[in-house]
């Protein structure tokens, strides 16, 4: 489909990031939503597009822990060029914001992969900033994580953690290697801070949360796990309103009742994939870290069994969070759309299918959860004519 500056995409159901519409069209124009309405009352003289018979429009997917893609990994080459690969992979599944992941490493490796980012963003309106993933974190819970990255930061670590101003920084950190202040000083900038790969006590999560922390990377993941005399990270991100926890719903990461269980606390859940190269792509081995890492059905592990990321993509999160997790399609979708977009300070923009929001759609089938269709700024990509192409391991379900 050739998209016009001013058109409409109409569905059977439109989900708009709060509520289920039927019979429904949204209206695009220059690349925005221009407004919501019955699918009888589109403009005269705006082509409208009809996805297939049955299948729901909603927002965009924003994924904001994407290691890789499409056969590369950021780590390995942080170039545009790679970003945009990776991104390609992704939009196949639904994709339209993410922020490239880079494992832990090197300042040098950092610096690049920011200025690669930087880059990026002028061109690609799916790149939304960075998510350094470490290197500021527990050796006691590094995972896949190459120890000899791992440090405390110092004054040399604080300029490349600052927002360059084209776009969101989000540092994964344990709390108790950085020093006090630390998390503030990064807040008031406007980086957003997640805990994760942490040992942390309850009291020093409690802490951080205070600083200004907003975020729990992979929650039950690499981190200090619930017990009766010491709750943890755990136990404090579910009883906080106003903070955010990423949620790998895989089968393998965390077991389905584990994640279940946190649905019921306060916290707010959002979608991510931690995904590797394998999606998107035909690789099923790659390096990370020095040792050699193999996709299986939804997880990547190293040889000792140490998991190292997925092979997940956010159309399997979001039909693994409907069939393993019993959630509701339409609170699937706001964990995998709206969500990361509010935590991300982009609610205004992203997340949600209305009027002002940029025009990021994805129609899909709702009993499988195949994406047919994808709009990026109200253009379409190419699984308009060749949907889910390459691999889709996704999960269990």
Known sequence: MSDPARYAVAADHVFDGTSLHRDCAVVVDSGDVAQLVPRGDVPDGIPVHDVPAGAWLAPGFIDVQVNG???LLFNDDPTPETIDAIAAAHRRFGTTGLLPTLISDTRAKMRAARDAVDTAMRSNPSVLGIHFEGPFLSADRAGAHDPRMLHRPDERDMELLMPSGKGVTLVTLAPEIVPA????????????????????????????LAEGLTGFTHL????????SREPGPV???????????GMIVDGIHVDPTMLR??????ARPMLVTDAMPPVGGRRDTFMLGGHAVTAG???????DGTLAGT?????????????????????????????PA??????????????????DMVALDPSDIRVLETWIAGNAGPESARTNAGRNAGGRA
Request: hydrophobic share 50%; glycine share 8%; net charge positive.
């Open 69 to 71: 893609g499409g056969d």
């Open 181 to 208: 202040g630390f998390i503030a000083t990064l807040a008031r900038a406007g980086t957003k801070a997640s805990l994760g790969h942490s040992m942390a006590s309850y009291a020093q999560t409690r802490a951080a």
């Open 220 to 227: 039950f993941n690499a981190m200090r796990p619930l017990a």
């Open 235 to 245: 136990a404090a991100a579910l009883e906080c309103a106003t903070c955010w926890f």
């Open 261 to 266: 269980l946190a649905l019921r606390g306060k």
């Open 297 to 303: 059905h939804a997880a990547c592990t190293r040889a």
């Open 311 to 339: 092979t997940l993509d956010m159309a399997s999160a979001v039909r693994n969070s409907v069939r393993l997790l019993h959630m509701p399609l339409t609170d699937a979708l706001r964990a995998a759309a709206a969500e």
């Open 342 to 359: 509010a935590f991300l300070g982009l609610a205004h923009r992203l997340g949600r299918l209305a009027p002002g929001c940029r025009a």
